[in-house]
């Protein structure tokens, strides 16, 4: 884990470890960036219980943090880091995951956000995770194993792809179901203004 060099318009933080939360929001505190997105939140969890899990950033929570609660996997967070990111009109993003997750979460946001804005990094190492002797824990290999593996077939279908909100292979991975259920969406559709 490093701070990250410089300043970027905005923040964004991938559920998946409360961690990389609190993390983020130290970011925002630290003035890393001028508002936070935790892009994929559980639809049962809420600002209220955010705030009680980062108690001191109270503050930070209420007028910076937006949440996303439409993202369901890596895809979507980038989906939903680009439509966060032209709504509010910033071109620079620091993106908060765990360290082996970031080269999956990198090739993803620079998919969607088609390669023009910067990209700040800031890996988080997870209590308990020593990516340096992996190979001595059969939880830390699997976990490895399964994520490079992720990251081959995102790299590979970031080069056939324009754009991935309209990506049958998203759609695909994101399935999650038996093939008689409903295809689960990627990212839930953007509402669009109806004024």
């Not at 990198?106 to 800031?122: F, K, T």
């Amino acid at each position: 884990e490093r701070v990250p060099q410089g300043r970027a318009d905005g923040i964004v933080a991938l559920t998946g470890g409360a961690q990389r939360i609190g993390d983020a929001i130290d970011l925002l505190a630290g003035g890393y960036g001028r508002r936070l997105l935790i892009t994929g939140v559980n639809e049962r969890t809420s600002r209220d219980e955010i705030a009680r899990l980062n108690p001191t950033q109270r503050h930070w929570i209420d007028c910076c943090v937006d949440l996303d609660y439409r993202a369901r996997n890596t895809i979507g967070n980038a989906i939903e880091t680009r439509r966060w990111m032209r709504h509010n009109r910033f071109s620079t993003v620091a993106v908060v995951t765990s360290n082996y997750h970031m080269p999956r979460t990198l090739i993803e946001l620079d998919h969607a956000l088609q390669g023009a804005d910067r990209i700040v990094p800031h890996p988080v190492i997870a209590e308990g995770f020593d990516a340096a002797d992996w190979w001595h824990s059969p939880s830390a290999t699997k976990l490895l194993a399964s994520e490079y593996l992720k990251f081959l077939v995102a790299w590979v279908r970031t080069r056939f792809e324009t754009d991935p909100e309209s990506s049958r292979v998203a759609i695909l991975i994101g399935r999650g179901k038996p093939v008689k259920a409903p295809v689960r969406m990627v990212a839930e559709p953007l509402l669009r203004d109806l004024q």
